[in-house]
């Protein structure tokens, strides 16, 4: 078959990266070519100043593109990915992983035997853990990919099935459940998904000693997972039964103690003859903490180092302290998640439905005179207002996010795009958010399109997710500002559009008018 495929890392700027790259460049040899290969940087912005360079070594697999999304979670990332290729077929890694010099060889073998209703074929993921001792519980952890279902560690998706679903749900912060919420829906789609006979190598990365309580946050997912998916989510997902109630028993245990605890010594304070019952109370509940803490300690402790292992000592220690904290981390998270997501509130499916949109302001609401700082030049585009003052009607919050580098190649001064921008509310009507990028090329700032950044200040600004935001313009970094920021995106091509940018846009109207109908 001739493979038309691309490869999507989102990444962290962890060094690993760098070995995956140079991996899949030895694989990319010895098989099929990927068409794209895209890195997406999902670094926190940084506040000001130049964007932080991204290390992906000396030789990495050729056609590298990089783009940057924000520190907006894994989700996100990926789905900045899919959208940006155009290929058949989109292959997820992670940036931890290492690919056999056979990958692309038999990635090929897997997308081959795909039929027509197969979204997706998961590559098998490979732990190596110690030889010498039994594995401390970050190694299991880790080596639980081995058996995930729908695992992006290594996965390929059709396109066309991603897109038929609107990607991952970007709702999902971290890389936990993201995968599993889009296998549900993929399924409830009608597709399939298969399991191929490729596979990756997933090094256990290290990982401080409060890793295992920083984990604990997934039990805000969970509550989404619920939300979205009715209570038989675990079982749908494959994610096997929850600790949680033993975490909630342990934590009423912990707090009956402290409770029953100083309920006894306010009223020996005060001589009350209850002092002694309260004791025993808080006796019987301390009991019960110490008891349960202890359990769970041991549990995690006899499948790992024995004692007289060089890992044993520094493993109990983790052990007897995680152990105490995790209980209390998994309750609040999913206390935390319950309060946003499940209280009995009605969530709605992705995708989000559009609130806001947002209009480069140059060649798509007023005519593009290049460097412009003169009001009296301003001239609206056929239609602008109306299709402006209907979304205004239909309750939708409109905005601007334009790059104005004139200003930062000091052609003109900050007052006079202020003059000119204030011309074009006249003509318009008024905005609920205006973003302007006052740097040139140069400056390689966060901000100028296709950065992200004036979209997520505009959504911010609104109050509302990326993805509930469109973009329009007339140019590719109209759309890769939308791309990499998580919103929608309409290109309305004019005389400056090029033909490749046409081509990679996911949606294009022909005026400003049939904007309206594809959003």
Same mark, same amino acid.
């Given at each position: ?40 940087? %999902? ?33 996100? #990332? ?13 292959a ?59 695992a ?7 396109? =066309?099935?991603? #897109?038929a ?22 399924h ?20 401080? %000693? ?39 028993? =342990? ?29 025993? =109370? ?29 890992d ?5 220690r ?9 209980p209390?981390?998994a ?30 302001? %140059? ?12 009001? #009296?030049?301003?001239?609206?585009l ?52 205006w ?9 390689e ?26 973009v329009?313009? %007339? ?8 791309i990499?920021a ?7 091509? =004019? ?8 081509f ?16």
């Amino acid at each position: 078959m001739s493979l038309s495929y691309s490869i999507v890392v989102p990444t962290v700027g962890r060094p690993e990266l760098r070995t995956l790259l140079a991996s899949l460049r030895a694989a990319s040899a010895a098989g099929p070519r990927p068409f794209d290969v895209v890195v997406v940087d %999902d670094r926190e912005l940084p506040a000001e100043g130049r964007n932080p360079p991204l290390d992906i070594g000396p030789d990495p697999v050729a056609g590298v593109r990089v783009l940057r999304t924000g520190g907006r979670g894994p989700a996100a #990332a990926r789905n900045a990915g899919w959208r940006s290729v155009r290929t058949e077929w989109v292959a997820f890694l992670d940036d931890d992983v290492v690919v056999p010099e056979r990958w692309a060889l038999a990635l090929e073998q897997d997308l081959a035997a795909a039929g027509p209703d197969v979204a997706g074929a998961q590559g098998q993921v490979v732990v190596p853990l110690p030889a010498h001792r039994p594995p401390t519980d970050l190694e299991r952890n880790t080596a639980g990919l081995e058996s995930a279902v729908w695992a992006t560690a290594d996965m390929a998706y059709r396109r =066309t099935a991603l #897109a038929a679903v609107h990607g991952f749900d970007e709702r999902f912060p971290r890389a936990y459940r993201e995968d599993a919420d889009l296998a549900l829906r993929l399924h409830e789609a009608g597709w399939d998904l298969e399991l191929g006979v490729r596979s990756v190598e997933h090094p256990v990365r290290p990982a401080g %000693d409060l890793a295992s309580v920083r984990a604990q946050a997934g039990n805000a997912d969970d509550a989404l997972m619920r939300a979205l998916h009715g209570r038989g989510w675990r079982a749908l997902a494959g994610a096997g039964r929850s600790r949680l109630p033993w975490h909630v028993a =342990t934590v009423t245990a912990a707090v009956a103690w402290l409770w029953a605890g100083s309920l006894r010594l306010k009223r020996a304070r005060s001589r009350n003859g209850h002092a002694h019952n309260q004791g025993a =109370t808080a006796a019987l509940a301390g009991s019960v903490w110490a008891g349960l803490t202890a359990a769970f300690a041991v549990q995690r402790l006899v499948p790992g180092p024995r004692p007289g292992d060089a890992d044993f000592g520094p493993e109990l220690r983790r052990m007897v302290l995680t152990s105490v904290l995790i209980p209390f981390a998994a309750v609040a998270h999913r206390a935390r998640g319950m309060w946003r997501w499940d209280l009995g509130r009605q969530v709605p499916a992705w995708p989000l439905p559009v609130r806001a949109v947002l209009f480069d302001r %140059d060649g798509t609401l007023v005519r593009d005179v290049p460097y412009n700082g003169d009001p #009296a030049a301003v001239e609206p585009l056929p239609g602008a207002r109306r299709v402006l003052d209907g979304l205004r009607d239909d309750g939708f919050r409109v905005g601007v996010v334009s790059n104005q580098s004139a200003i930062g190649r000091r052609l003109l001064t900050s007052a006079q795009v202020d003059a000119v921008d204030e011309r074009v509310r006249r003509l318009l009507g008024p905005f609920d958010t205006w973003q302007r990028c006052p740097h040139s090329p140069e400056d390689e700032c966060r901000c100028r399109k296709p950065e992200p950044d004036l979209v997520l200040r505009a959504a911010a600004e609104l109050g509302l997710l990326p993805a509930e935001c469109a973009v329009v313009g %007339d140019i590719g970094s109209d759309v890769g500002a939308a791309i990499t920021a998580g919103a929608r995106s309409v290109l309305v091509p =004019t005389e400056v559009t090029r033909r490749e940018e046409l081509f990679a846009a996911p949606a294009v109207a022909r005026t400003l008018d049939e904007v309206v109908t594809l959003l």
